[in-house]
Every structure is written in C-alpha cells, then in structure tokens.
C-alpha cells in the first residue's frame, strides 16, 4: 500500500529550541495534513494543507506543502513542555480522497 | 454534541472469544474510519466507510469486519481474537463535504488480547 515515511522517529529537545519534522511519499498527495496526539487520547488536527508550495501557520506551528506534492514540513518554534507527544503525517491515499493514511508518527519530547 | 463516542474504552479478551468494538458519531460525519495503533507503526487503516452503506479495506482488514449500521454507527467486529490484534483501536468520522475535511477521532479503545 502507499507509504508516508515520517523523519525523525523520534525528537529530544530543550524547551525553546525549534523543531523540524518531515514526511515523504513516492506518490503525489493533493492533501497533506498533520496531527497531534497527546498520551492516551486520539490525535488532533493541527494543520492541514491543499495546494503544492502552501505555507500554513497556527501559532508557533507552521507546515509547508511540497512542490512536488511528494512531501511536506512542519516547523515548531519556540517549543515548550506541552508539545510533547506523537506528530503524524496523513493524507488521501491510493486514488481515493476518503482512504486516509497515516505515517508512523514523530515522537516529540521537550526537557523543561 | 460528544463528537465521536466509542465503546468501550478497555477491553480484555480471551484468544478465540468475539467482540463488537462500537463507534457512534453526532456530528453528521458521511465517512467513518477504524484505525489501529501499535508501538512504532503508527495509525494503521483497517477498514474505513466513504459513505452510509459502504465500507472498504484498508491497510490490514485480515481478522475484522465491520458494519455501517447507519449514519452515526460504524462498529468493528473481532470474530475470533487473537493476541496480535492485542491494540490501541481508534474510530474516527470526517466530512460531511468528505474532499480534504480533518478527521475527528474517538478516544480510542485499548484491547488486550490474553
């Protein structure tokens, strides 16, 4: 099936520093859109995006929509304590705009 | 509104016993998903409806069905569990517009299967 491959697997970082995690696909995506998960709940919608070259913001978070609709990007700054969880990657996938795929996730911990 | 509702929240099943894990949504979703989550891989697709009255496989539908019993209820049935399908099981409604519209999750069923 179509894979999102997510980089890094996992982050530590100190509070204050910012954070840059990718997600790559060998198929063109038309949606790119990410999630948070916080421990033991279901994740949540932090940013989605539409067209190839967007650039989206939602507060200190901001993800980029690839040129060649084959990855995207999102940027933490400033990260703080409650950041901390899981960051997936997802997207319509094999043809369908209603099958929705998720990477593997990106595990995010911040030292205070 | 309770969003997207399921049942139960734990579970702990017997190898070769049956279950039906429930998923009922208030928030006119058309398309309903089931997902499953294990350490390092991530939310893996099991089946997913686009619509009242359709359903689909996803990623890994071996050793599950489900019903679209009507608009707010999506279930996910366990005919004979086994320990591998001992998971984190998550349902999820998205639409109505269905084009490029997030995803709203549960919060989640964890399943131990012994």
């Known amino acids: 099936g179509q894979q999102l491959n997510q980089s890094p697997q996992s982050m530590f970082i100190q509070e204050g520093e910012d954070v840059s995690m990718n997600c790559t696909s060998s198929?063109?995506?038309?949606?790119w859109l990410w999630y948070k998960q916080d421990p033991g709940e279901g994740p949540v919608l932090l940013i989605a995006l539409y067209k190839a070259g967007e650039l989206t913001s939602n507060g200190r978070l901001t993800a980029q929509f690839g040129i060649t609709r084959k990855d995207s990007f999102l940027n933490i700054s400033a990260s703080i304590p409650s950041d901390v969880g899981i960051y997936f990657c997802?997207?319509?996938?094999?043809?369908?705009?209603?099958?929705?795929?998720f990477g593997k996730g990106t595990l995010l911990t911040v030292n205070p | 509104n309770a969003g997207v509702t399921q049942t139960p929240k734990f579970q702990v099943l017997k190898t070769g016993q049956s279950m039906t894990l429930q998923c009922a949504q208030d928030?006119?979703?058309?398309?309903m998903y089931w997902y499953r989550q294990d350490p390092g891989m991530g939310l893996r697709l099991i089946y997913y409806?686009?619509?009242?009255?359709?359903?689909d496989k996803g990623e890994v539908p071996n050793g599950y069905n489900v019903s679209r019993l009507n608009k707010r209820e999506f279930s996910l049935r366990l005919e004979s569990a086994a320990p591998s399908q001992t998971s984190v099981y998550f349902c999820a409604g998205r639409g109505p517009r269905g084009r490029n519209t997030e995803a709203f999750f549960g919060q989640g069923t964890r399943l131990t299967v012994v």
């Open positions: 409806s686009a619509s009242e009255g359709t359903t």
């Open positions: 198929s063109i995506f038309n949606t």
């Open positions: 928030m006119n979703h058309n398309s």
């Open positions: 997802a997207g319509p996938s094999g043809g369908s705009n209603y099958k929705l795929t």
